[in-house]
């Protein structure tokens, strides 16, 4: 019965986040050969996953189930790691290598630094809200 109920709210993270993508592919359509909204949701997500994980699990204490949801479910259908490498395949194969090359790099490099910052970002919130405790 564990599993059953883990399953469905993996299920109801997994229809919202992945609505929430639509929506956010809508939104940063470019019409282009520039794939903005899949950069815009790996990128976001990277600076999502590690607050999620490292300050509002502590600071509401959420349960494992919770943090499943919210991360495997929600961010995990939000994020897209099958597009990121269609797009980085529909740029090569156009020879698009300016383009590739921002790609790669933006989503690489930029998801590697947004998680360091999310992981400040919960520290920082972390120390503020300990600081408030205090006073």
Same mark, same amino acid.
């Given at each position: 019965?564990?599993?059953?109920?883990?399953?469905?709210?993996?299920?109801? =993270?997994?229809?919202?986040?992945?609505?929430?993508?639509?929506?956010? =592919?809508?939104?940063?359509?470019? *019409?282009?050969?520039?794939?903005? *909204? @899949?950069?815009?949701?790996?990128?976001?997500?990277?600076?999502?996953?590690?607050?999620?994980?490292?300050?509002?699990?502590?600071?509401?204490?959420?349960?494992?189930?919770?943090?499943?949801?919210?991360?495997? =479910?929600?961010? =995990?259908?939000?994020? @897209?790691?099958?597009?990121?490498?269609?797009?980085?395949?529909?740029?090569?194969?156009?020879?698009?290598? *300016?383009?590739?090359?921002?790609?790669?790099?933006?989503?690489?490099?930029?998801?590697?630094?947004?998680?360091?910052?999310?992981?400040?970002?919960?520290?920082?919130?972390?120390?503020?809200?300990?600081?408030?405790?205090?006073?």
């Amino acid at each position: 019965m564990k599993e059953v109920k883990t399953f469905l709210i993996i299920f109801v =993270g997994a229809f919202i986040g992945s609505n929430l993508r639509y929506v956010e =592919g809508l939104i940063f359509s470019t *019409g282009g050969n520039f794939p903005l *909204g @899949t950069i815009v949701a790996n990128l976001s997500g990277a600076l999502l996953l590690p607050f999620l994980i490292h300050y509002l699990q502590d600071r509401y204490n959420l349960s494992a189930q919770t943090i499943l949801s919210l991360s495997t =479910g929600l961010l =995990g259908s939000y994020t @897209t790691f099958s597009t990121f490498t269609a797009d980085t395949y529909r740029l090569f194969q156009s020879n698009s290598w *300016g383009y590739l090359t921002l790609y790669l790099l933006l989503t690489i490099v930029g998801g590697f630094l947004l998680a360091i910052l999310g992981n400040y970002w919960a520290a920082s919130q972390a120390f503020r809200d300990l600081a408030r405790r205090k006073l």
